[in-house]
């Protein structure tokens, strides 16, 4: 297998420990990943016409989510008809009017719900340290006022409804994603010493 052989690779070849090696074959299946679902969506976004959408979309989503994380499938098909509902919702509420009072209270209220969410990683990952939640927090935080500032001064901003609703629909799939941890938050373990 191909995995087997680009791990005896990084071990024997480049010196790395199983651990590392590991860590370099987790990153690079996960970019593999993410790279093939965005070039099956902008397959099907570029005849539809939405492909300029899909890719502001997605430069907003990654700068937030690969702060805050979010949910996570454990295959692979799951994983991609939820990336396809999430653009398919960016796009189809993008569509409805959005006065300037419905989206500072978006705005606000779902930075109140990051607030309360913190960060949320995969249960497949190790666990985020204090300080680690700390600052990725303080980022999406800034992240959030940043957009928010921008959304909210620049009212005839291209895509400014695409941004939006990312954000929104970003910070309730953390929502979401803390409901299926049920309840297992970094308030109640973060201070442990046994995790």
């Not at 396809?84 to 009072?101: E, G, H, R, W």
Request: net charge positive.
């Amino acid at each position: 297998m191909l995995k087997d052989k680009l791990n005896s690779y990084l071990q024997l070849q480049l010196k790395f420990t199983s651990s590392e090696a590991a860590k370099i074959i987790y990153g690079l299946q996960g970019l593999l990943s993410e790279l093939s679902k965005l070039l099956i969506i902008l397959a099907v976004s570029f005849p539809l016409g939405y492909t300029d959408e899909i890719l502001v979309a997605t430069i907003v989503l990654l700068s937030i989510r690969c702060n805050s994380g979010g949910l996570h499938f454990a295959h692979y098909t799951s994983c991609l008809i939820f990336t396809c509902s999430f653009y398919s919702a960016v796009i189809a509420l993008s569509s409805f009017p959005l006065t300037d009072a419905y989206l500072s209270f978006g705005l606000l209220f779902s930075l109140g719900i990051f607030i309360l969410t913190g960060p949320i990683t995969s249960v497949l990952r190790p666990r985020l340290t204090p300080q680690e939640v700390q600052r990725y927090t303080h980022r999406v935080i800034f992240l959030l006022l940043i957009y928010s500032s921008v959304l909210i001064l620049l009212d005839s901003l291209p895509y400014r409804k695409i941004i939006y609703w990312v954000i929104v629909l970003q910070i309730f799939q953390l929502l979401c994603a803390k409901i299926a941890r049920k309840g297992e938050s970094y308030e109640k373990f973060s201070y442990t010493k046994n995790l």
